[in-house]
């Protein structure tokens, strides 16, 4: 009887060549392939029912018997993640807690380290913001800061939507139609201006914060999770910008955009533009008034700055106010246009 444990491949296959037409073979229990032939079994062989062969396959590879068990599942359309403690701008060290449209929440889920967190955040991140595009230009969980009380945190989760040439903010996801019509908090995007805060700017530890500056008066102050998510709801201000100022219409009067050598106003309801016109070195001014200055004067910046971030150079500027004579203003083509709205 020849021990062939110590041969390496080669030498066993030319010692079985050899042997002869008839060969005994004495084999011993392999533990790490039993898994594998245990799956090549049927109820049918002799060691199907081992509970010693299956005892030492446990002991072996323990981690072959686990299963996954769900202790919470959280639906992650219209859910949000966050690694602030609830209602304060204090940051959990690296660990992330998910809340879902319904308000259950994954609870505090502790990383190992920054990479797994940063990981695990891209990843869930990523998923919500895919199943959201299918439905609206930008939706997305932010934070607005409103004044604390004994019974009230600084900060309170909301819903920001684009949608349209509106903003709406919600307290909770719009799941029907009426939501959108319900909704309290409504601007329009041509009447508002989008401040991203400077770090001097910022009003506690919250990093990624902006300003929206409505031409009513009104001023939210809301912040982000992450610096990306502040740059995705920029961009998508003014994509959401241009759309809808491409759709105005109804041109009163024109001018190249070029002609416009500059603007004054009283800062209550008066706006004068100044034009270059023929013959060259003459000017023509251009006197709007109305009740609601600041708004106008959102307007045309929100305008200039579509014109700006189109990709069409020949894009046009519209500037609107829904104030008194329902002015607007309008850039086609290197043309500055009135309006009547």
């Known amino acids: 009887m020849e ?7 080669s030498e066993v296959m030319t010692t079985l060549k050899n042997a002869g037409s008839t060969v005994n073979l004495t084999v011993k229990y392999f533990k790490p392939a039993a898994p594998f032939l245990n799956k090549m079994m049927t109820p049918d062989s002799p060691s199907y029912n081992n509970q010693d062969n299956g005892s030492q396959c446990r002991e072996m590879f323990p981690g072959l018997e686990r299963q ?13 993640l966050t690694r ?9 060290t690296n660990a992330f807690e998910v809340i879902g449209v319904d308000g259950s929440s994954t609870g505090v889920i502790h990383c190992d380290d920054s990479h797994s967190l940063a990981d695990w955040i891209r990843a869930i991140s990523s998923n919500i913001s895919f199943l959201i595009s299918k439905m609206i230009l930008m939706m997305n969980w932010m934070h607005e800061r409103v004044s604390p009380s ?39 995007v041509y009447e508002c201006m989008l401040q991203i805060c400077k770090d001097k700017e910022l009003l506690d530890d919250r990093q990624h914060c902006c300003n929206i500056l409505a031409g009513t008066g009104e001023k939210l102050y809301l912040s982000t999770e992450s610096r990306a998510e502040l740059l995705h709801l920029e961009k998508a201000w003014y994509r959401t910008n241009h759309s809808s100022i491409t759709r105005l219409k109804n041109f009163q009067w ?5 002609q416009l050598r500059g603007s004054s106003d009283d800062g209550k309801t008066r706006l004068k533009l100044h034009f270059n016109c023929d013959p060259p070195g003459s000017t023509e001014i251009r006197e709007i008034e109305c009740t609601g200055l600041h708004t106008l004067l959102y307007s045309m910046n929100a305008f200039l700055s579509a014109k700006l971030a189109s990709v069409d150079q020949r894009s046009y500027l519209v500037i609107n ?4 004579n329902s002015m607007m203003i309008s850039c086609q083509p290197n043309q500055l246009l009135w309006i009547n709205y």
């Open 321 to 324: 106010s829904h104030t008194a």
């Open 150 to 188: 004994l019974h009230r945190p600084a900060w309170k989760p909301k819903f920001v939507a684009l949608k349209g040439p509106d903003i709406y903010l919600f307290d909770y996801p719009p799941m029907q139609t009426r939501d959108w019509v319900r909704c309290d908090t409504v601007f329009k």
């Open 254 to 258: 024109t001018y190249r955009f070029s």
């Open 84 to 92: 602030f403690c609830p209602g304060t701008d204090k940051l959990r």
């Open 68 to 80: 996954w068990r769900v202790y919470v599942s959280i639906q992650l359309l219209f859910a949000y």
């Open 3 to 9: 021990r062939l444990v110590t041969k390496t491949h």
